[in-house]
């Protein structure tokens, strides 16, 4: 599919990592000198946007509660999830409802790559290299009827392999929705891979959703199912906690989580340059996605 919208980060922000140390090198340099110290703040909120993460923060750094709620569990039990055969069944209001495999939607798709800032409800982010197609390709190919409104997902449920479905944590399978104009917009994907690789199975193998100006638990994890519908779906952090975790939940600085503020946000990795920075409106996606909301009360429908 054609680009449809102009990217801000682009391969050359996955920076080698010797480079990356020069220029957090050159921006320490920059600081703390008169008006230079104004410049200096600009270009490091800037570079703060830009900063690459590495492999193993992407992979070892994640949010699969299926396989338990510590940050590194996903990385030590999602290894048993069987992925291949993997099928999606695409049913509802569709004209060509069935069980589609994993190959058979490869195989149909474009895949390209889209670097993403990424930003999770937990006030964390990360920019990451995804490969995948658009949502709207698949949805296409299914046919959406007409009187469509909702896109609903679900993640395999599969207590053998994923031992955190044996606790009550969610509300199992994990479920997600969209609105349509949410699921067909360009930057809406299916991911397939990071960093040119297939995905680990961590981050949600074979096959999951990004919606990058949405906080991350929209993003679901290995779908096995999608569901055309009329009517707004019920999703698992909403249904778990609906004063918390509402339908939209795009990133919104201006919105504070009840417990926490969503002003700002700590950038994953980094070391010793750990540090916070502002959050963007629409986790910087704003002139993409803001006309989905016109009219829209933000703060009611967060
Ligand atoms: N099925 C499923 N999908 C999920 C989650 C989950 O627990 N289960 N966690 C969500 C949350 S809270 C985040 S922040 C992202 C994390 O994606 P990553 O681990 O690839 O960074 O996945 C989202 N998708
Ligand atoms: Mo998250």
Same mark, same amino acid.
């Given at each position: 599919?054609?680009?449809? *919208? @102009? ?13 990356? *140390? ?30 690459? /993460? ?19 569990? +996903?990385?030590?039990?999602?290894? %048993? ?11 509802? &209001?569709?004209? /060509? ?14 895949? #390209? ?16 290299? *995804?490969?995948?197609? #658009? ?9 959406? %009827? ?12 599969? =207590? ?36 040119? $690789?297939?995905?680990?199975? @961590? ?21 096995? $199912?999608?569901?055309?519908?009329? %009517?707004?779906? +019920? ?5 778990? /906690? ?10 919104? =600085?201006?919105?504070?989580? +009840?417990?926490?503020? @969503? ?17 963007? &409106?629409? /986790?910087?996606? #704003? ?6 909301? #016109?009219?829209?009360?933000?703060? $009611?429908?967060?």
């Amino acid at each position: 599919m054609a680009h449809r *919208w @102009q990217n801000d980060l682009t391969h050359r922000d996955i920076t080698p990592e010797s480079l990356f *140390w020069n220029r957090r090198k050159i921006l320490a340099g920059m600081g703390g000198v008169g008006l230079g110290a104004i410049g200096g703040g600009l270009a490091q909120a800037q570079e703060a946007e830009l900063d690459p /993460n590495t492999w193993e923060e992407v992979t070892s750094y994640c949010n699969f509660y299926e396989f338990g709620t510590g940050k590194t569990d +996903p990385a030590s039990y999602a290894g %048993q999830m069987t992925t291949s055969p993997w099928e999606v069944e695409i049913d509802g &209001m569709v004209d /060509n409802p069935g069980t589609y495999g994993f190959d058979q939607i490869l195989s149909e798709m474009t895949l #390209e790559e889209r670097i993403y800032r990424f930003r999770c409800v937990e006030a964390w982010s990360m920019v990451i290299p *995804w490969q995948g197609f #658009e949502l709207a390709d698949l949805l296409n190919l299914a046919g959406v %009827q007409e009187g469509a409104k909702y896109v609903a997902f679900e993640t395999l449920l599969r =207590p053998d392999e994923m031992p955190g479905t044996r606790y009550p944590v969610l509300d199992w399978p994990y479920r997600e929705g969209l609105r349509l104009d949410e699921a067909m917009n360009p930057l809406t994907i299916m991911a397939t891979g990071i960093f040119g $690789k297939p995905l680990p199975n @961590q981050n949600g193998a074979p096959l999951r959703l990004v919606v990058p100006w949405k906080y991350g638990f929209k993003s679901i994890k290995s779908v096995v $199912k999608i569901t055309l519908t009329d %009517q707004e779906p +019920p999703t698992s952090w909403n249904m778990a /906690n609906a004063r918390e975790y509402g339908f939209y939940s795009n990133v919104n =600085p201006e919105v504070d989580h +009840p417990r926490w503020s @969503q002003a700002s946000e700590r950038r994953i990795g980094g070391g010793l340059f750990s540090r916070r920075q502002p959050t963007l &409106m629409f /986790n910087g996606y #704003e002139a993409e996605v803001a006309s989905l909301y #016109e009219g829209l009360d933000l703060t $009611k429908n967060f």
